[in-house]
């Protein structure tokens, strides 16, 4: 008769037990998982960022120590912001800087391409040329009529080549426009397929180092603005519209960091970009004495900017209509930037 009445009340009590012991565990997986997300770790906030070139971001934050973020960063590497812009449209892609040129084109996408301009990257326009080979018989841009100049679309590229031949008194019509990526342009200038190149960064560093020169730079011809943009997902979501706004301000530090590590950093990049230390060093001063870069607030100038470059292209007849790039930015980050100096001034 006790065992009958044993076996019950032990089973009740091992079941209460095992609630309890549930339950705990339960706690405790709860709290790993918010120690893992503030650490960075498994089931953290992950944020997509496309880089352009290089990895220069996931580099330069991992040189300055400014890696240990309480997010995770998941980058990829892309030949030119229209390309990141491509695959912000797809969801690839949450965060992206790119020049003024590609977001125009990007807006024209189903959805408005999917992304808002958020803040301003100012700096530097060096390395942003139309390059010719050694010996080259082209002496001046007006000798570019009738010649095979390779470009990168919907970039700077695009957009200096064109304002650069209006300067000589051609129109597009006047030269054979090929179409091609960073490296195919450059790859095409080097083999004899084209005359001239329009590009920008690594390409223009490459072409010189194969015994290119410059027919014409566009450093007093661009603004020196590099949009930051965010997928609409992304600043929906409010854990990584924070993350993002973290990241920024890390940004900016890397940028500090550059101007009191000039020699760590020019080693970095020389070797990401297969040029001598040297050469790295005088790129990265000359660009910081001519534009400090800085990530900034958005402001009305800085819009009007690049309604200026989409207005180009409309008179050009690339654009078939006039595009209003106000309506793709955004403030929504601008109480957590710096104002740029120029407004400031104002």
């Known amino acids: 008769m006790k065992q009958r009445i044993y076996k019950p009340l032990l089973a009740t009590i091992l079941g209460a037990l095992l609630i309890v012991m549930a339950g705990c565990s339960q706690q405790g997986t709860g709290a790993s998982a918010d120690a893992a997300a503030a650490q960075g770790g498994e089931g953290a906030v ?4 496309g880089q352009t070139g290089w990895g220069n ?45 590609p977001p125009i084109f990007a807006s024209q996408a189903a ?53 650069i031949l209006q300067n000589a008194g051609l129109t597009w019509q006047d030269i054979q426009p090929v179409e091609l990526s960073t490296a195919d342009g450059l790859s095409a200038l080097i083999s004899g397929k084209v005359d001239a190149l329009a590009s920008y960064g690594n390409a223009i560093i490459s072409a010189h180092q194969n015994g290119a020169t410059t027919l014409a730079s566009a450093k007093d011809i661009l ?18 519209k924070k993350a993002i706004t973290d990241y920024l301000a890390r940004i900016n530090q890397f940028y500090d960091w550059t101007r009191s590590h000039p020699e760590e950093w020019a ?21 910081e004495a001519q534009r400090p870069s800085k990530v900034v607030a958005i402001s009305d100038a800085a819009i009007a900017s690049e309604q200026d470059v989409a207005d180009t292209f409309t008179d050009a007849g690339v654009l078939s209509s006039k595009v209003d790039v106000s309506k793709f930015w955004s403030d929504t980050l601008s109480k957590q930037l710096p104002a740029s100096d120029k407004t400031k001034s104002k």
């Open 46 to 49: 992950v944020i997509k960022v």
């Open 57 to 101: 971001l996931e580099q330069g934050l991992k040189a300055a120590g400014l890696d240990n973020t309480p997010y995770k960063i998941d980058y990829s590497v892309f030949q030119g912001g229209n390309l990141i812009l491509e695959a912000m449209a797809a969801n690839q892609v949450d965060f992206g800087v790119t020049s003024e040129i």
């Open 111 to 163: 959805n408005g391409g999917n992304f808002k301009v958020v803040a301003v990257q100012e700096g530097n326009t060096l390395n942003q040329e139309v390059v010719v080979p050694k010996d080259s018989p082209i002496h001046t841009a007006a000798d570019l009529k009738g010649k095979k100049v390779a470009f990168v679309k919907n970039t700077t590229a695009h957009y200096f080549l064109l304002k």
């Open 223 to 240: 603004s020196g603005h590099f949009l930051v943009a965010v997928s609409d997902p992304a600043l929906a979501d409010s854990a990584k």
């Open 267 to 287: 080693k970095i990049t020389a070797a990401a970009t297969h040029q001598p230390e040297e050469q790295a060093l005088t790129t990265l001063k000359e660009g």
